[in-house]
């Protein structure tokens, strides 16, 4: 199992563009193959600060979702609303 981390910090006057970006984007990664979680969270301290949690079954299934269409579309489209680079971790379960 492969579990990746996302941390976006957005331009705090481009939040409803996020957020109207995130509904395909997360929609259509749910139906993927090898998909187990794909979730978006905001933090309570910065309503700017967006926490992706995904899960995939392998590397495979999460390089598969990361040429997609609709993720493609997604990254190209939430580059000029950044504050801040994309974080990005990528995880294994240890205990």
């Known amino acids: 199992m492969l579990y990746i981390i996302g941390i976006i910090k957005i331009q705090s006057e481009a939040i409803e563009t ?3 970006l995130f509904e395909p984007l997360v929609s259509a990664t749910r139906l993927e193959p ?3 979680r794909y979730e978006v969270h905001r933090t309570t ?3 700017a ?3 992706m949690m995904e899960e ?3 590397e495979e299934d999460f390089q598969a979702h990361s040429q997609s269409e ?3 579309k997604f990254a190209s489209s939430i580059q000029p ?3 801040e680079p994309l ?3 990528i995880t294994q379960q240890i205990f």
């Open 45 to 47: 301290s910065d309503p």
């Open 18 to 20: 996020l957020l109207a």
């Open 34 to 36: 090898g998909c187990h």
């Open 56 to 58: 995939f079954q392998s």
């Open 87 to 89: 974080q990005i971790y």
């Open 70 to 72: 609709h993720f493609q």
């Open 49 to 51: 600060v967006f926490i």
């Open 81 to 83: 609303l950044l504050a």
